[in-house]
């Protein structure tokens, strides 16, 4: 070989491993542009979100401590209390006031763990979000109304808490703005957020396609090595899997020390963390996943003898369509029914994860056919009685040789056809590798 070809050759090596690199690199960026785009501007995902996090015990109760502390920084209670008792109780009402007050965190708290009371913080987020897409969407007639601002309105919530209070609901109405909502984007940030929220969603798309295509070209041109190409890639999903695991976590440690300001609020803020990013946690596990298929694959492919075994086990089955994509279809059906991944709650990420299986499925029928050409097919109605005929002969044999009518198969051609049928049957399948030998082992020592 030439220095020239040598080059070449080294080239074509390099080049696939450059493309998976790559993938590698742009995959991570991906995972996080994707996530971001799914949790900020998807209102299912956003409303499951705010479900799932008012329904956590230390947000509850971090929520139910900002209540009641608006409402008794704001509101003069002992006067909202005397006004509605008689004016020979009106006395009352200071002690009431400080009796309410050490028993109002617990109230506010069984409150908020009312389904109904969930339910007006679930539209208080989504009608916020909302706000803030048409906003960011927005040509400018919304800017006009709106101000550019967005805020979390949580009148309702408070009106709700203050009722099972026994303050009264009118109270709220008394609270400043800035005590009833809380404010998610004002005007001078709307430039950025619209800026920001284009490249998102162009990024989100762009790069993950870009990471699948690298992966592709890496596979199609790597030419013999290609199993080897396959496991590499399936290497590179573990890689971007671990990289999201691990960046996810570092990244909840760094935000909790941020914004927790007391060791009391860490809980709250750590769930709201977890929560936040649950989707990103199911992104990383399920690319994981898919790298051990991926490998496993790549294996299953390969030469040694495990593997070899295993195809020859199920060539019978690949080799006929109905029963290699039947067995996928059913395996496929399980998968979304158990729904251990996120690729199986969208309708293009689903798409491609059945693509992806139907490719493999026929790539791995084109091989056993090339491996094993004269292999038996179980299924078929000439293979069934191609295999209970030579069983039906071996059992006739066995009978004879046990009758003591072994002479004419000690003969040496009967020998030699005897040798001969079992290995027709060890080819065809019908007989294990020990089998045979035992068999043959048999048939030798009854000389």
């Known amino acids: 070989m030439s220095a020239k070809e040598a080059g070449e050759k080294t080239g074509r090596r390099a080049l696939p491993i450059l493309l998976i690199a790559l993938a590698t690199v742009v995959g991570v960026v991906s995972v996080f542009a994707v996530w971001t785009k799914r949790q900020l501007l998807e209102t299912d995902t956003w409303t499951t979100t705010s479900e799932e996090l008012i329904q956590d015990a230390a947000i509850q109760d971090a929520v139910s401590t900002f209540i009641v502390t608006t409402i008794y920084d704001n509101v003069d209670v002992e006067a909202a209390l005397a006004k509605g008792l008689p004016p020979e109780l009106a006395p009352l ?37 909302s706000k803030l897409i048409a906003l960011i969407e927005d040509e400018g007639e ?63 798309w762009v790069l993950t396609a870009l990471t699948l295509l690298f992966y592709a070209l890496a596979i199609f041109l790597a030419g013999d090595p290609r199993r080897e190409t396959l496991r590499s890639v399936g290497f590179s999903f573990i890689i971007v899997g671990a990289i999201v695991l691990f960046a996810r976590t570092a990244a909840g440690n760094a935000v909790v020390g941020s914004l927790s300001e007391v060791a009391s609020n ?10 936040g990013t649950s989707l990103l946690l199911e992104t990383g596990q399920a690319i994981v996943a898919y790298g051990i298929v991926i490998v496993l ?23 006929q369509p109905r029963f290699a994509y039947g067995g996928l279809a059913v395996l496929l059906a399980l998968v979304f029914w158990w729904d251990p991944v996120v690729a199986t709650h969208r309708l293009a990420s689903s798409l491609l994860l059945i693509a992806f299986a139907a490719l493999g499925t026929e790539m791995l029928r084109r091989q056993v056919i090339r491996e094993f050409p004269d292999h038996v097919t179980t299924g078929s109605p000439a293979g069934a009685a191609q295999r209970l005929a030579e069983r039906m002969r071996e059992a006739r044999d066995r009978r004879v040789a046990t009758a003591g009518g072994s002479a004419a198969a000690t003969s040496g051609d009967q020998r030699v056809g005897d040798i001969e049928r079992l290995a027709g049957l060890r080819d065809s399948g019908g007989l294990t590798e020990e089998e045979f030998v035992a068999e043959k082992a048999r048939i030798l020592g009854a000389t």
Not at 100 to 128: C, F, Y
Not at 266 to 275: C, F, L
Not at 302 to 317: D, E, K, N, V
């Open 297 to 319: 694959a790549a294996w299953l492919a390969g030469p040694t003898s495990w593997a070899t075994s295993i195809r020859h086990a199920i060539t019978p089955y690949l080799r």
């Open 266 to 275: 860490d809980a709250a803020v750590s769930a709201t963390y977890s929560i």
């Open 93 to 129: 009402a200071g002690p009431l006031a400080g009796a309410l007050r050490s028993g109002a965190d617990d109230v506010a708290l069984k409150a908020l763990e009312q389904p109904k009371v969930q339910q007006l913080w679930v539209q208080a987020n989504t009608a916020a979000q």
């Open 142 to 204: 919304f800017v006009s109304t709106t101000g550019g601002v967005v805020t979390l309105d949580l009148k309702s919530l408070l009106e709700s808490v203050t009722a099972q209070l026994g303050v009264g609901s009118k109270v709220v109405t008394k609270l400043p703005p800035e005590a009833t909502s809380i404010e998610v984007m004002d005007s001078s940030e709307l430039d950025a957020a619209q800026k920001g929220v284009n490249a998102l969603q162009t990024a989100a």
